[in-house]
């Protein structure tokens, strides 16, 4: 029963009267219909085309024929909870491990991010027999009760009582804003010294820490990468204080940053974290997820007595469609895409840099990239919020230039690239191009009325 | 690229290799290895088949055609979050709006069960600004932390110190088994009272019920029907205190009970919950999920300044896929067929408790059944858990005779009925005559050996 498409505006009063009304929409002031996509571009009910540079979910592109076949195939055949023997299950965590360090061999399946961070913590507090977390500033791990804690881009909206007393925040390794910048001696070990200063004060008041969790790298903390080494040395110091190191990939993995699977490899071989969670690119869109441990971990959450179900994880349609994202990344070279396209745009990026003061810092990996904008280059004074300059250079301009992207980071002045793996060479020009037809804009305005004083 | 089918052998060792050992199968010492499904029907690897009658979750009937369809249709267009509008999104929410009462009029849409719970908490704390809950004994509403720790069904696992001081559990409102049974005069007001009195006591000490969660039928806890009344009581003294009700639907809603669409309506068109969640049933297999609540704790909610993103919820396929399941069970009857068989069913069963003292109870709400077995019919005294009585009777021959039922409630010793919509009058004769043969050669037994002493 396909009912006829509404009207826009009968869409926007539906959703106004139905749907929770802190669940916002892009571009609030006149949202976007979309009603079709494929590859990199999303059509709107106007058959009009925008490219998405934001989308990291649509990781293979959307809609992926083979990952769509793949899908329905096995919903036609078999969809059921994960209490049955079933082939995709064993087979899929198979090869999920075969991407990662041989001792992160045991997988739990759920249905998000969110549902896949919940769980770390539950494996470390309960390996650990701790309760304290450690996570990074403006860091976002998710939506449920227990990551708002570990939040603090969300959770700076909380009172302090309302904030948990077990959760420590510790400096954002940033070496463009934060403490210690790239002109820093060793900013990885300083970073971690932090941490283990942390974990000090923390035991002084007889508490313990059950994790440190970070993103291997941030993304809505402002796509910060970490210096390297720097998760080598917070591991030293976590482990010693009887923690683990959970890796946060939901953004961020999949080959993503070009040069490895996990964007926790970056930090160097001899690194492996004792958690590791995935999701958003995992199913291309699929409401899917995974937890990978150590046998070490599994066995002491195992030992708990208690068991753990879940509904939907792990059923063997997600488990079908998994493999269908692999197999897509496999075929198409998408890892080695992301890495040549990514470059190229960083690259082009760098131009911009040159070429316009208000670009601060262009930072990526892959197709992972931030470009963050500043009102003054030396003292690096963020883009004013206020003035909702960030905003309305993506929320309008780019927006009627057709290409979606977005800004993130604590004062929401970084252009966020994590588009489909698919991007092309030909995408980075378009949208480099519009970028720089847009500041060139801002630029002559700003000459003549100094409107960004 | 379909790998070749495993020897089971081979699914049961890398499923020990690779899956969290959390994570139980059925029947673990010889699990079932299940290949395809239809309607009611599971068939496995030597395409024997069983009947199915425990999977809520194949609500409309395993691998439903239209369902598929409609899934696969939608991944092939467009699989996006919710941050474009979208048609599906906001359609679906008018059309699950329209089975609830008016005021329940603003859905938030996420992938399971427990998100959806967890962020009735959520709601529900924001709203009353109170930070306590009120539970039932045995009750089970998620796996995640914020869940676990409701759920006497688990934390009575954890110890005191692990459990949460903010959590009270009230008595199970089961007129069988529970403290207030059928004999006495009014058990919905009996077992409200013990609600009043958590209440008081909480007060007593400074703190505040946020809300009172239940589900409408208890389902894990041991298929409890509660008195009717007792909601619209508990509800008084909840929103007397200043807190909310929840009604959890995950198990049993969308039409399961027969006579009403909600189990939460059996109670009476007076009771209106202030939260339902919802689950399992929903998208028939596929993982999505939805919290639906009044204007006004969605405002309070907004209220906050923290927006609410979930990645996953409310994507154009997993509205496609619950719009055909609603449009499924219209079109095959199937809240109807739930109430004809699920009469029938119980029917059959009431003649096996005449049968057999081993039955100390049957009930049900359309094709929500629960058969309590005990060893003494006066006393109630549960079949022991420790014969793994209960478990050999359904885990071992009904295994053998291809009928997949289970057991559960504290003392495990409930059989519980809660089968595909599409179960026939056939199924119930197959399933209850199987029954009565293990039951009969059980009591020929036990008169022999006694082995039940
Ligand atoms: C780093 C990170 N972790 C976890 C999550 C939560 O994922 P989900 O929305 O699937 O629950 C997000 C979502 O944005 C995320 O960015
Ligand atoms: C009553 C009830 N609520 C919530 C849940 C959690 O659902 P899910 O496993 O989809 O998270 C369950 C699961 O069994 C349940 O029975």
Redesign the pocket.
């Known amino acids: 029963m396909t009912a006829a498409r509404l009207d826009k505006q009968k869409t926007i009063d539906l959703r106004k009267k139905h749907i929770g009304p802190s669940c916002k929409v892009f571009f609030s002031h006149d949202p976007i219909k979309i009603v079709q996509a494929q590859g990199q571009y999303m059509y709107d009910e106007k058959n009009d085309r925008y490219l998405d540079c934001i989308n990291n979910v649509a990781h293979v592109g959307h809609c992926h024929p083979e990952v769509v076949k793949a899908g329905a195939k096995q919903m036609e055949l078999l969809n059921t909870n994960s209490r049955f023997l079933h082939d995709n299950l064993v087979q899929y965590a198979q090869r999920l491990q075969a991407t990662l360090p041989e001792k992160l061999s045991v997988c739990y399946f759920v249905?998000s991010g969110s549902?896949a961070n919940d769980l770390a913590l539950r494996l470390a507090r309960q390996y650990t027999g701790h309760k304290d977390i450690i996570t990074l500033e403006n860091a976002y791990h998710g939506h449920i009760s227990s990551l708002i804690e570990i939040s603090p881009y969300k959770f700076h909206q909380l009172t302090d009582t309302e904030q948990s007393p077990h959760v420590h925040v510790a400096l954002s390794p940033d070496t463009y804003r934060g403490k210690y910048r790239e002109d820093h001696p060793d900013p990885a070990a300083a970073y971690a010294d932090n941490v283990r200063e942390i974990i000090e004060k923390v035991d002084d008041k007889g508490n313990k820490i059950a994790a440190f969790i970070a993103e291997s790298l941030q993304s809505c903390g402002g796509q910060v990468i970490p210096p390297p080494g720097y998760f080598q040395k917070v591991a030293e110091h976590v482990r010693n204080a009887g923690g683990v190191f959970i890796a946060d990939e939901v953004q961020v993995g999949f080959g993503r940053v070009g040069t490895h699977f996990w964007a926790f490899q970056l930090q160097g071989e001899d690194f492996v974290p004792d958690i590791v969670t995935m999701g958003k690119p995992i199913g291309n869109g699929h409401p899917m997820s995974c937890v990978i441990t150590t046998k070490e971990i599994a066995e002491a959450f195992m030992s708990s007595g208690m068991d753990y179900?879940?509904?939907?994880?792990g059923n063997p349609v997600s488990c079908a469609i998994g493999q269908a994202v692999l197999d897509v990344i496999k075929k198409e070279n998408l890892q080695a895409n992301a890495l040549a396209v990514g470059s190229y745009l960083s690259h082009l990026l760098e131009e911009q840099k040159e070429k316009h003061p208000l670009v601060g810092d262009v930072r990526g990996r892959g197709l992972f990239v931030g470009v963050e904008l500043v009102r003054d280059r030396v003292k690096r004074t963020p883009t004013p919020w206020e003035f909702n300059f960030v905003l309305k250079l993506y929320q309008c301009r780019l927006k009627e230039e057709r290409i979606l992207l977005s800004a993130d980071g604590p004062h929401r002045n970084v252009l966020k690239f994590k588009p489909p793996m698919c991007f092309s060479r030909q995408d980075a020009d378009l949208a480099v191009q519009k970028i720089d037809q847009i500041l060139t804009g801002i630029h002559v305005n700003r000459e003549n009325k100094s409107d960004m004083s």
Chains 1, 2 share one sequence.
């Not at 179900?309 to 994880?313: A, H, I, P, V």
């Open positions: 249905n549902e179900f879940n509904t939907f994880g």
